[in-house]
């Protein structure tokens, strides 16, 4: 920890690998759940610098178009908000944000909320009704660029009745709008926001402002003095970007740092009690084996599921250090998960008589393209499994932009493993245009049905049809299902510790005298 004086002013997930503890397999890292009470205010430093070791650094500040969950990691909650925010210590519960309350028509089709009082941007201008209605039209305008547009594709109008309130109309029922509300497509901008200003600047109204951004090294943000609410207790948070985990390690134990994310469990010996505290906490992290199903012999799905049944999950465990394992795309805190891992259980014998049966009896040569952060470990772990079954694995690492535009953009690819880390992200596989290639006309009707559900427990049980199907149909591979473990200097408070590649909310923060 450092006093306020003497500090100077990525679609897919792709934080560094972080391993699990779980139903796939349990190491003990010494980890726990909580942490200690933070003191009263009293006792607290309430002039302290807290610095906080992330693994990938934004390529922009601009949250309306530019990718990469690095940027939602510092930015939502903290600079910017939406009207309704997601609690992920409480598997991600809708909870009030910019909006004190909202009511749902009887029909589903009208959202009303109303706002707080007192909100500002950090330019000093109060934050309106008319400036949530502009955000939103920017969502819903044709041919808007935001990234998330299409999950507002439901909304007809939005208007701004009077400043404190705001009407959102529906062309049908969505389940999912206020959850969609909860991320990046929900953040409210000031009216007349240029967008392409925000690459290196901000004007949230969030507890903490934007207070210097050194590419390549470190992002700080400084606490908000006039922010409506509860005033943050901690005067600024510096992001040391280190990808490099022994290089993270030696931060956190010299002192450099005083919060490590995206620990690697095999590495916690040293991070003892009474100097440290370790914290798990889930993590929507699943690490995904796509088949390019677009092309031979990922279109035979006798192939997709060989591979999937010559993969022994708990190898991975193993080799990780701890894990979970999934079955499909759903982890355990959405309301859709069930335990699908009995879908294509490790059988090296049935994948060897799959493979005959679809043409390739003497094995199959394939090719993995991984981006070359990632450790080797789970490449090793299917190299050797793979191996057991005749299917002969080459890994090919590549830069993180060059799997954006080969794998992702391209599709040009045979197997690829990458972190999917968003949150609730099972309509991927709705997307024939999407890297993975799976197209299945019964998984479009079921999620559209879903989302137009008249209540939660029917969108629900549609959702878990389509978790059953993807994985019955061997759409992709889910190896891992990643638990967050957080490293926590002694006389640090309120560090979030689930979801942290998510969001990591700094409104708890704290540091004693």
Not at 192 to 221: I, M, Q, V
């Amino acid at each position: 920890m450092r006093r306020l004086a003497s500090i100077p002013a990525a679609l897919v997930a792709v934080a560094l690998f972080t391993a699990a503890c779980g139903t796939g397999g349990t190491v003990d890292t010494g980890s726990t759940t909580s942490q200690d009470a933070t003191p009263p205010d009293d006792k607290l430093d309430l002039g302290a610098t807290v610095d906080v070791r992330l693994s990938l650094e934004p390529t922009g500040l601009n949250l309306f178009s530019t990718a990469g969950l690095a940027l939602d990691q510092v930015l939502l909650d903290n600079v910017y908000e939406g009207l309704v925010s997601a609690d992920t210590a409480q598997n991600d519960k809708i909870v009030p944000r910019l909006a004190s309350k909202w009511d749902v028509s009887s029909d589903g089709l009208t959202y009303t909320f109303s706002l707080v009082s007192g909100a500002k941007f950090h330019d000093g201008s109060p934050l309106t009704s008319a400036d949530v209605a502009w955000s939103l039209d920017q969502q819903i305008a044709p041919g808007s660029k935001a990234l998330y547009a299409a999950d507002f594709g439901t909304v007809e109008a939005v208007t701004a009745p009077d400043p404190s309130t705001v009407v959102v109309k529906l062309k049908q029922r969505d389940t999912f709008l206020l959850w969609n509300l909860t991320q990046r497509g929900g953040v409210v901008y000031k009216k007349g926001t240029d967008f392409a200003t925000l690459d290196g600047a901000e004007n949230g109204s969030g507890p903490f402002k934007l207070d210097g951004w050194n590419r390549g090294s470190t992002l700080a943000l400084a606490r908000t003095d006039d922010f409506r609410g509860p005033k943050p207790k901690v005067a600024k948070v510096v992001f040391h970007y280190v990808a490099e985990i022994n290089a993270a390690n030696n931060a956190q134990q010299t002192g450099q740092t005083d919060v490590l994310t995206a620990a690697d469990p095999t590495l916690l010996q040293n991070f003892t009690a009474p100097d440290f505290q370790v914290l798990k906490g889930s993590t929507t992290d699943k690490f995904t084996l796509a088949f390019n199903i677009s092309k031979a012999p990922f279109d035979k799905p006798e192939v997709r599921h060989a591979i999937r049944q010559a993969i022994d999950k708990q190898d991975i465990v193993k080799a990780v250090g701890a894990g979970t394992v999934i079955g499909s795309a759903v982890p355990p805190q959405d309301p859709w998960y069930e335990d699908l891992t009995s879908i294509d259980r490790h059988d090296v014998e049935g994948a060897k008589k799959l493979l005959a049966g679809a043409g390739f009896p003497d094995g199959l040569p394939l090719t993995l393209t991984v981006p070359s952060f990632y450790p080797t470990t789970i490449a090793d772990v299917l190299v050797s499994n793979l191996k057991e079954a005749g299917i002969t694995l080459t890994v090919k690492q590549v830069e993180f932009q060059t799997w954006l535009s080969q794998v992702y953009k391209n599709h040009d690819f045979d197997l690829s493993l990458v972190d999917h880390g968003e949150a609730r992200d099972i309509a991927n596989y709705t997307k024939p245009s999407y890297y993975f290639g799976y197209d299945n006309a019964e998984v479009r009707d079921w999620y559209g049905q879903a989302r137009a559900a008249a209540d939660d427990a029917a969108r629900d049980g549609l959702l878990k049809k389509v978790a059953r199907k993807i994985s019955e149909d061997a759409a992709t591979d889910w190896l891992i299902l990643s638990q967050a473990h957080t490293v926590v200097r002694k006389g640090v408070y309120g560090v979030p510790s689930a979801e942290t590649s998510n969001r990591f909310d700094l409104g708890a923060l704290a540091v004693a005298k």
